[in-house]
């Protein structure tokens, strides 16, 4: 059986009397990706520093293809770094800057020169190896940072915000070229830390939400978010409406539906504002949990006729669509996004909505 | 509306020509002190340096001075006074701010604090501190039981003008160099790091490279202020040492032989202002190749 690429074992990051980062266990197996997904101050940024070296756990230990490197310097790693606001050296050209780790391991010159072509080509930065980094776009500089990562092949990379300095349409446009480099370098593990969510869908196999220094939840994308086990997951991978919920009689996990709070396609009853709905546990809900329903605005209906009576507080437009915010009869507060608001009623008066069932149930409070 | 337009044409001649000449004004009162209080006492200064003591005008003085085997050697011993000087505090003064920049310690802040205090002291009171430091009556030669005369005998000598120079020019290299260091993003020295290069290699490809028009600014406004240095070299009291300020000092002072100290002191002036030039030079040279619009740096392609 091979090592994992990245092995994180109780990592604990301090710096002073703060805690950046606790006891963080993490796995990434080679060529997977996976994304460090969390809010500013979450650790997810510190979590990757831990893995480069920038800086020193104060607890656990960190592997990189089962060695243990906690106490090895950066330049010992052998990792390919990218950063927010790229870090290219301004006083080098392009194609130095991307020979620059080659060079610091003092490859012969002739396979520096290969390398740097055949890196340059690859993000699609041939045409511009003489220019300085201050005369490229921000995008341009980027490629240029992931080609100077990938230039000393790299077993893992690790991608600090890098689409973050960028515009919306240069990070569209960069997202796609990191898909495609993922495809073409599929051995390359990535760790890809980011406060977007997107982004995080996008690129990851899996992802790690963090919060507060800690790790709420590692899964597979998809998992996480169709079927989050945190509250928190749930709201930050999606956006999800958390409404409290009654369960109407708690189940063990693996109930056959005999006692009726399970059924058997899996589903529990809950009820929300006097109404009954079917959800998707995704944990164990212990008899007298707090629960919550994760709804995604988008699987929101707002019909005149929808079974849950609720009033409509604003609409905001969304350039695709309307988002509506609601408030149910028992005073919780929810967000649907539609495509057109015709037929509805005006702000300030009532409408029906309707959640579909298989929405998924986290206890509340949980990750949070 | 014509009664109202008919002045508002007769002032706009008298308007334009006003602010045609408001710049003018205002550069006058800065023009008026530079020309009083410099250029005039320069020209005075080169007049005098061409008329001899009988009062006749021409290079007689100039040629008497610059061949004289005085003239010759405190020239020589300016320079390498100066260039030496120069040479230590470049290596002092980058060390330190390495040292403040990467290599925090507690009371690191302090440390720059004092050598910014340096900044503020007369040149003379590090000479005065370094006799009674290292003079032969001084506290080192009574702390090694020597007394007055003393095992430790440097300081009457260049070498004592030398430390004292690079200790209290040490701050001008450090202080625009540590400003430069500061402004080296560490993302750049982790990255650097991560693509596998040891601390020597980042700090002599990234750091210094970023640090190198402070750092050639310094040592320019270094090397000309040690090349001025009188107060050192007249407050150690070191015989041997004449540098151009000193034979300035001399001739006019305690010779009275004004056209030769002003021969002197011109050629003094026209040293730094070559020196000033080149510092400007460095500059616009450097500033243009970092912009990446100048000559071709040492990148892959020859051409």
Same mark, same amino acid.
Not at chain 2, 193 to 208: F, I, T
């Given at each position: ?368 | ?55 006749? +005008?021409?290079?007689? $003085?100039?040629?008497? !001075?610059?061949?004289? %085997?005085? =003239?010759?050697? &405190? *020239?020589?011993? @300016?320079? #390498? ?28 802040? +302090?440390?720059?604090? $004092?050598?910014?205090? !340096?900044?503020?002291? %007369?040149? =003379?009171?590090? &000479? *005065?501190?370094? @006799?009674? #430091? ?45 400003? &430069? ?123």
């Amino acid at each position: 059986m091979t090592a994992p690429a990245v092995e994180l074992r109780g990592v604990s990051v301090h710096f002073g009397r703060t805690v950046a980062l606790r006891e963080l266990d993490l796995v990434v197996g080679r060529g997977e990706a996976l994304a460090l997904l969390g809010p500013s101050g979450s650790g997810k940024s510190t979590a990757l520093k831990a893995v480069a070296g920038f800086v020193r756990p104060h607890s656990g230990r960190v592997l990189l293809s089962g060695v243990d490197v906690t106490d090895a310097p950066p330049h010992r790693r052998g990792l390919g770094v990218v950063v927010q606001n790229y870090a290219l050296f301004p006083h080098m050209r392009v194609a130095d800057n991307v020979a620059f780790g080659l060079r610091a391991r003092r490859m012969p010159r002739r396979e520096v020169e290969q390398r740097v072509t055949e890196v340059l080509a690859m993000v699609g930065m041939a045409d511009y190896r003489r220019r300085y980094p201050r005369e490229l776009s921000g995008g341009q500089q980027q490629r240029v940072a992931i080609a100077r990562a990938l230039a000393i092949r790299p077993p893992v990379l690790l991608l600090d915000e890098p689409l973050s300095a960028l515009d919306a349409a240069l990070r569209e446009e960069m997202l796609a070229e990191l898909l495609r480099l993922r495809r073409e370098l599929p051995d390359t593990a990535m760790v890809y830390v980011t406060h977007d969510q997107g982004e995080a869908l996008a690129l990851a196999d899996r992802v790690a939400v963090m919060r507060d220094a800690r790790l709420v939840e590692v899964g597979p994308t998809a998992q996480l978010y169709h079927r989050p086990r945190a509250e928190f997951t749930a709201s930050f991978l999606g956006a999800a409406n958390l409404l409290p919920v009654e369960l109407v009689a708690a189940a063990p996990e693996g109930s056959d539906g005999s006692d009726g709070t399970v059924r058997a396609d899996g589903l529990a009853t809950v009820r929300l504002a006097g109404a009954e709905l079917r959800a998707e546990p995704t944990g164990p809900l212990p008899a007298g949990t707090p629960v919550a329903l994760g709804v995604r605005p988008h699987r929101v209906e707002v019909r005149a006729d929808a079974g849950l009576p609720a009033r409509l507080l604003g609409v905001q437009w969304r350039g695709t669509g309307f988002r509506l915010e609601l408030e149910l009869d028992d005073g919780s507060r929810l967000r649907a996004d539609v495509s057109t608001v015709d037929g509805l009623p005006a702000v300030g008066e009532r409408v029906g909505v309707s959640i579909p069932d298989g929405c998924p149930l986290v206890p509340a409070g949980a990750g949070a | 509306m014509t009664a109202v337009a008919a002045p508002v044409a007769a002032t706009a001649p008298r308007e334009r020509e006003r602010r045609r000449w408001a710049p003018l004004l205002w550069l006058a009162p800065p023009m008026l002190v530079v020309l009083g209080f410099f250029c005039y006492p320069l020209a005075l200064v080169v007049r005098q340096s061409l008329v001899s003591e009988s009062g006749e +005008v021409g290079l007689a $003085v100039w040629r008497h !001075v610059v061949t004289s %085997p005085e =003239f010759t050697a &405190a *020239l020589g011993r @300016t320079v #390498l006074l100066s260039v030496g000087a120069t040479a230590g505090c470049v290596l002092l003064g980058t060390f330190l701010a390495l040292v403040l920049a990467f290599t925090p310690f507690p009371g690191a802040r +302090v440390v720059s604090r $004092v050598v910014d205090a !340096v900044l503020a002291f %007369p040149s =003379f009171l590090i &000479a *005065l501190s370094f @006799t009674f #430091l290292y003079g032969s009556a001084g506290v080192l030669n009574a702390a090694l039981g020597g007394g007055a005369g003393g095992p430790v005998d440097f300081l009457y000598g260049p070498w004592g003008v030398l430390l004292a120079e690079v200790t209290f020019y040490t701050p001008f290299v450090m202080r625009p160099v540590l400003a &430069a260091f500061a402004q080296v993003p560490s993302a750049q020295l982790d990255v650097a790091a991560s693509l596998g290069a040891r601390p020597w290699r980042v700090l002599r490809q990234v750091v210094l490279p970023e640090a190198w028009p402070a750092l050639a600014s310094g040592t320019c406004l270094t090397l000309l202020m040690t090349m001025n240095e009188f107060g050192i070299v007249l407050f150690v009291g070191a015989k041997d040492v004449i540098t151009l300020p000193m034979l300035v000092h001399t001739k006019g002072i305690v010779t009275f032989d004004y056209p030769a100290a002003c021969v002197v002191a011109v050629v003094n002036v026209v040293l730094s202002v070559a020196l000033y030039t080149v510092h400007r030079w460095v500059f616009r040279v450097l500033g243009t190749n970092r912009a990446g619009e100048g000559r071709a740096g040492a990148g892959l392609d020859p051409a």
